[in-house]
Every structure is written in structure tokens, then in C-alpha cells.
């Protein structure tokens, strides 16, 4: 089982840039698709990108297209969020979650699917 730890989130104000980091506790990171997710007080869990264990394949929120990217590097066992041009409504917890490829091997977008999650950080974007 994978334990999974985000760290770089904070309060930052419009148009400014974050880079979100989740670390896997061990190298069976590297046959996991990784997703992020995020949730704002009171709104459901909803997708934001994920990436294939080779990180061949992304796959994007629209509301995030252009904006965010996902990465990975399989050797550090941390798969990464880098989010540019933050707006008031990117602002809400944001958490890391690993799909075993063994399970599914398509990039998916459903919270269900994810077999471990992290603790979440909080992202907080002023107007």
C-alpha cells in the first residue's frame, strides 16, 4: 500500500504560481497513474489532472487547461503539480491519489478509482 504526503501549498494572491508536491513512500509509486484532486468547503472532490505511471499520457480539467501541469519523476517517487496563473476559484484543498496500474491502466477522472490518497494541502488564491 502507498502512503502519499503533498507538501507546497499557501496563500498566494491572483495570478501568482504554486508547486504542489506529492511524495510516495515507496519506489512501487512507479506502477501507479497519478491523479490531483481538489475540493473547496462545502463542493464535492472534483478532478483536476492525472498522469500515466511513465508519464506518457496527461489529462486535464478544462478549468485548468493551459494553466496547470502534472509531472512525475519516478526516481524521487513524487509526482508534481505546477499551477500558474491561480485564480480566487482555484482556492481548496488539494490531494494526490494513486490508481495501481494493475487495476486501471486508462487515465481516469473519477475520485473512485483511486486506490490511496494523501492528507491534502490547503491552496488559498486572494482577489
Not at 47 to 55: D, H, K, M, N, T
Request: charged residues 20%; hydrophobic residues 35%.
Amino acid at each position: 500500500q502507498v502512503q502519499l504526503v503533498e507538501s507546497g501549498g499557501g496563500l498566494v494572491q491572483t495570478g501568482d504560481s504554486l508547486r504542489l508536491s506529492c511524495a510516495a513512500s515507496d519506489a512501487t509509486f512507479s506502477a501507479h497513474n497519478m491523479g490531483w484532486f481538489r475540493q473547496a468547503p462545502g463542493k464535492d472532490r472534483d478532478f483536476v489532472a492525472a498522469i500515466s505511471w511513465g508519464a506518457g499520457r496527461t489529462m486535464y480539467a478544462d478549468s485548468v487547461k493551459g494553466r496547470f501541469t502534472i509531472s512525475r519523476d519516478n526516481a524521487k517517487n513524487t509526482v508534481y503539480l505546477q499551477m500558474n496563473s491561480l485564480k480566487p476559484e482555484d482556492t481548496a484543498v488539494y490531494f494526490c491519489a494513486a490508481d495501481p496500474i494493475y487495476y486501471h491502466n486508462d487515465l481516469l477522472a473519477r475520485a473512485n478509482d483511486y486506490a490511496y490518497w494523501g492528507q491534502g494541502t490547503q491552496v488559498t488564491v486572494s482577489s
